[in-house]
């Protein structure tokens, strides 16, 4: 009996953990549903703007380093955003739902924010994700884009709105 437990909980360990679906999908010789998010993979260098209404825009200085992560089955990034007056960084975890499809984008910032995206790559070159929230009883939205030019060059554009009404921009061009 006690070996029926053993076997009976690895097995529920192992399908806790997707590992029974990342076996299935591996065995088909097919890339990983993640694979789009592999243009990020590299280490970027850049420069960006973080604009409020009502505030001169922060010009801040970009360093973005992205690896495959989870066997391939993910992208890790690590920002750094910085001027003479602030630094903020951030680490993010990028992937694909291997049943349901849907893409993610889960954001941690140094100032204690985190974020769920929905993501998706509507064309090879551009990536967009959306997060929504409520925040001192507004509706929140975060929509950003990722636009990649070649290999070597991404601009990206990430507004949020409160209520509908601006509420900041982030955006910015990295290179390789």
């Not at 999908?25 to 993640?34: F, K, Q, W």
């Not at 990206?156 to 900041?168: L, M, Q, W």
Request: glycine letters at 10%; a negative charge; one cysteine or more.
């Amino acid at each position: 009996m006690k070996r029926l437990e053993t076997v009976l909980g690895l097995v529920l360990l192992a399908g806790s953990t997707g590992f029974v679906t990342s076996i299935c999908l591996a065995a088909t010789d097919e890339a990983p549903p993640a694979a789009a998010y592999y243009a990020l993979v590299g280490n970027w260098h850049g420069s960006g703007e973080l604009a409020e209404p009502g505030q001169p825009p922060a010009k801040l200085d970009l360093d973005l380093a992205c690896r495959k992560a989870a066997s391939g089955w993910a992208v890790a990034c690590d920002l750094n955003a910085q001027n003479e007056s602030m630094t903020m960084t951030e680490t993010d975890l990028m992937g694909v739902d291997s049943v349901t499809g849907q893409g993610y984008w889960y954001a941690i910032t140094s100032s204690g924010d985190t974020h769920d995206h929905l993501s998706s790559w509507p064309d090879a070159n551009t990536m967009k994700a959306r997060y929504t929230w409520t925040q001192d009883g507004k509706g929140m939205e975060e929509d950003i884009t990722l636009k990649f030019s070649g290999k070597d060059s991404l601009a990206f554009r990430s507004t949020v709105t409160a209520d509908g009404a601006p509420a900041g921009n982030f955006s910015g061009t990295l290179s390789q």
